[in-house]
């Protein structure tokens, strides 16, 4: 199936979700700087971030415009925006996009409930600006996520060759050209057909999956 005819409809559902994120993420901005009560305290200014990240991860996906395709072994996820033309600048928004932002600000959100409710000896050291202090793991997961989609499930030239077929005659792209990020967790021998484990790409997927559970049990 030539799914390259369907793409003018995916992107005017994303420009749709884009308008939609900036208007209600504007609008709850709006309502916590204006309308809440002092009472919320702290979480005034979580919420806040939530909002304000939300709002720019929606600038990230709309000039990004992702697409995700898996054939075998291989997940990736692939621009499709006018900056496909710019390799740099389109391998960084799209290591960015993959970066579920919202996993860390609900981990964040949910460990300030969690002081709230069983350890309210503790909120005296996340006050005011020390509040900064529990953003931190969450930081570091996302630099650390960051790093294993730009440098470890970047593209190659034997993903490019792989995926070769099916971005042309599905999406009408180049897989040579376009930025992308994605695991390809083995390759085939030509001759034995025996797998070949790929060291960095499951480098990759096992620290995300990490970062996945640590955000699950907060």
Known sequence: MQTYYLLPFIHVLQYISFILSQLTN????????????KIIG????????????????????????PLMHVKGPIYVVFMTSFLKTAPFIGKILVSTVVRLHSLSLLATQFLYRYFVLCRQSLLKYFENLKLLLIFIPGVIST??????????????????????????SFYSENSSTIPLSGIMLFSKDSETGEKIWMGYDLTAAIGCGVIVVDHNFF
Request: with cysteine.
């Open 26 to 37: 504007g609008f709850l901005i709006f309502q916590i700087l204006t309308k809440t009560e």
């Open 42 to 65: 702290s979480y005034k200014y979580l919420m806040l971030s939530f909002a304000i990240c939300s709002s720019l991860y929606g600038w990230i996906d709309v000039l990004v415009q």
């Open 143 to 168: 630099f650390i996520w960051f790093q294993l989609a730009f440098w470890f499930a970047c593209c190659t030239e034997e993903k490019a060759e792989l995926l070769r077929n099916d971005l042309k």
